[in-house]
C-alpha cells in the first residue's frame, strides 16, 4: 500500500483519498473484524508516513456495525436501503442442469 500511494502522489492529477475493501464474504464476525483491524492499521500507517489520507471505506449493509466500530469513515449500505438486488448470470456460468 506505501509503494502505490508513493506512485499516485506523484501523478499530477491524480489525489489518493485513502482506502476501500471489501472484507471476505463470511458469516465469521472475527475474521471480518480482523481484516478490518489490518486496513485500518495500513491507514494509520499511510497517515504516518506523511500522506493526506481521509478516507477509510469498508463494510457493507450485513457487516456495517463492524466495520464502524474498526474505524471506518465510510460504509456502502445500499442492500439496507434498497434491500437486496438479483443478478441476471450470464449463460455461460449459469449451472448447468
Known amino acids: 500500500a506505501i509503494t502505490l ?3 499516485v502522489s506523484q501523478q499530477p492529477r491524480l489525489k489518493l483519498r485513502g482506502l476501500m475493501a471489501v472484507p471476505e464474504l463470511t458469516s465469521a464476525t472475527a475474521l471480518q473484524r480482523e481484516q478490518f483491524q489490518v486496513m485500518r492499521e ?13 478516507t477509510l471505506s469498508m463494510g457493507m449493509s450485513e457487516d456495517m456495525t463492524i ?6 469513515t465510510i460504509v ?7 434491500g437486496a ?5 450470464p449463460e455461460e456460468l449459469a449451472p448447468r442442469q
Do not use: H
Open 67 to 72: 466495520a464502524i466500530a474498526e474505524g471506518a
Open 5 to 7: 500511494a508513493k506512485f
Open 85 to 89: 438486488r438479483r443478478y441476471a448470470i
Open 76 to 82: 456502502r449500505i445500499g442492500t439496507a436501503i434498497f
Open 42 to 54: 495500513i491507514f494509520e500507517q499511510l497517515k504516518k508516513q506523511g500522506f493526506d489520507v481521509d
